[in-house]
């Protein structure tokens, strides 16, 4: 028997998978705080099509807590910053140049 293959996500598949979960959460398709069976059932039928392999829920599941702390670390260090916004369309942190140079003297 051999092991099970490594899931080798890119940033693309990530937005893909962020996508997904905020469809489903509009779906109503997570209840008490947690995304249903029908939810991930959805997500890897999704994920299927779109990149022609089959994904299992667990490496889905373990995907979702990578980014979420990826995610909380990024929050953690702009949360209390002024002068940062999110880009929805760069899906990145921005700012005025000023802002950014002051906070690489801070950070240097």
């Known amino acids: 028997m051999s092991a099970p293959q490594k899931e080798v996500w890119t940033q693309e598949m990530d937005n893909v998978l962020i996508d997904a979960f905020v469809h489903q959460l509009n779906e ?15 997500i890897t039928k999704e ?5 022609q392999r089959p994904f299992v829920k667990e490496k889905v599941k373990n995907r979702l807590k990578f980014v979420k702390r990826k995610f909380h ?3 953690d260090i702009f949360k ?3 002068g940062f916004s999110w880009d929805s369309s760069t899906k990145c942190f921005d700012a005025d140049a000023e802002v950014w140079k ?3 003297e801070v950070c240097s």
Do not use: D, P, Q, T
């Not at 109503?28 to 959805?42: R, T």
């Not at 994920?47 to 990149?51: D, G, I, N, R």
């Open 47 to 51: 994920l299927a099509e779109k990149y």
């Open 28 to 42: 109503g398709n997570k209840v008490n705080g947690s995304f249903s069976s029908l939810a991930y059932v959805n």
């Open 102 to 104: 002051k906070l690489i």
């Open 80 to 82: 209390g910053l002024s």
């Open 73 to 75: 670390k990024c929050y």
